[in-house]
């Protein structure tokens, strides 16, 4: 499954954002897709979106009903 996929497919999705980044939530079993995002910031620095670059960090692991889920952050790259 590539990123844009895991977008559209809603299983890679954002559950907040403000001036400094997002918050984002990619489902359990996607393990695949933060493989992918990894491997891509160290090639490239960053992960290309549709609404730019973003480095991605891993916060955590959901609780209650995200139980599996993995958290992630992001902040914009290459905007001052």
Request: glycine residues 16%; hydrophobic residues 40%.
């Amino acid at each position: 499954m590539t990123i844009m996929h895991a977008l559209n497919s809603k299983k890679l999705r954002v559950l907040g954002k403000g001036k400094r980044g997002k918050v984002w939530l990619l489902e359990e079993g996607s393990a695949g897709i933060w493989l992918r995002m990894e491997s891509m910031q160290k090639e490239r620095g960053a992960v290309r979106l549709m609404t730019g670059n973003e480095k991605f960090e891993l916060f955590g692991v959901g609780l209650k009903g995200k139980n599996g889920d993995v958290l992630l952050v992001t902040w914009p790259i290459g905007k001052e």
